[in-house]
Structure formats: C-alpha cells, structure tokens
C-alpha cells in the first residue's frame, strides 16, 4: 500500500521558521518528481515547491527565496524548509508527485502563521 505522511506543521508568529517532513511507504521518491502543495481556507490547492528528479529543484513565485525543498534518498523522505513565513503561507501543506496523483494524497499538515 502507498503511503504519504506529512508532518512539521505547527502555529507560528510571522518570520518564523517550520520543516516540513513526508515520509512514504511503498513508494520511491527517487525515480519521481516529488512536490509541496498547500490549501489555504476557502481556496484551491496550489502547487508550492518541486524536486526534479534529475536533480533540480522549482518553486512558486510566491515562496522562492524562502522556501527550500530537498530530499533524504536513504530515509526515503521529502523535506520543505520554510523561513520567513507570512500569514499568507497559513495552509495545509501536503506532499505528492508532481503531477500529483489522486491515490497518494495523505492528511497533510497545518501551518498556521500569526501577524
């Protein structure tokens, strides 16, 4: 069975810093392209950060700079380094591919950024 789960999340002031942590049964992060997503309160879930899986990494203009994913092959985990957070990065923040698939989406994790 193919597993996703997210964890790290947690409340913080505005400037403050949170990893995030995904870690995956049944499936190899190291011949996918894996990807943060986020669902803030009342709108879509948008892609935030991806890393390539020849290597590379992208992200979404809203985070670039203070956003830093990254990936353990070993322990088999995908890691999002968040710094300076804004209220406006309060969401749930998931793990998936990228592009994400319906049957690896978990129960994400809460970041709450206080002003």
């Known amino acids: 069975q193919v597993q996703l789960v997210e964890s790290g999340g947690d409340s913080v002031q505005a400037g403050g810093s949170l990893r995030l942590s995904c870690a995956a049964s049944?499936?190899?992060?190291?011949?996918?392209?894996m990807a943060w997503y986020r669902q803030a309160p009342g709108k879509m879930r948008e892609w935030v950060a991806a890393r390539l899986v020849e290597g590379g990494t992208q992200y979404a203009d809203s985070v670039r700079g203070r956003f830093t994913i990254s990936r353990d092959i070993d322990k088999n985990e995908l890691y999002m380094q968040m710094n300076n957070l804004k209220p406006e990065d309060t969401a749930i923040y998931y793990c998936?591919?990228?592009?994400?698939?319906?049957?690896?989406w978990g129960q994400g994790t809460q970041v709450t950024v206080a002003s």
């Open positions: 998936n591919a990228r592009p994400p698939r319906d049957d690896l």
């Open positions: 049944g499936y190899r992060f190291s011949v996918y392209t």
